[in-house]
Nanobody
Framework: QVQLQESGPGLVAPSQTLSLTCTVSGGSITTNYIYWSWIRQPPGKGQEWIGSISGRGSTYYSPSLKSRTSISRDTSKNQFTLQLSSLTPEDTAVYYC????????????WGQGTQVTVSS
């Protein structure tokens, strides 16, 4: 059973950069044909895909967030990281990391999610 756990700050100031890490256990993030994704859900709204990194290290981003997003990985720690810059209050959401065999989902495993609030 693959387990994912998000970690990072719960409160970030506007204009700053958010950095979240997903630690994976029970499976390797370098496995071929597996995608590791970041997804968020703002309050009262649906889920929004932010981006993904494949087992080979290729990255894919939502067109609407691409200019502000970077996803990277540390294979020695079996972790992948989201950086989202130029934050505004509209980036307030629960952020999830997830695993899938198809880049666009469905997602087989999810982290529990972490609340991120953008506020001064």
């Amino acid at each position: 059973q693959v387990q994912l756990q998000e970690s990072g700050p719960g409160l970030v100031a506007p204009s700053q950069t958010l950095s979240l890490t997903c630690t994976v256990s029970g499976g390797s993030i370098t496995t071929n044909y597996i995608y590791w994704s970041w997804i968020r859900q703002p309050p009262g709204k649906g889920q929004e895909w932010i981006g993904s990194i494949s087992g080979r290290g290729s990255t894919y981003y939502s067109p609407s967030l691409k200019s502000r997003t970077s996803i990277s990985r540390d294979t020695s720690k079996n972790q992948f990281t989201l950086q989202l810059s130029s934050l505004t209050p509209e980036d307030t959401a629960v952020y999830y990391c997830a695993r899938s065999r198809v880049r666009t989902g469905p997602y087989d495993d999810w982290g529990q999610g972490t609340q991120v609030t953008v506020s001064s």
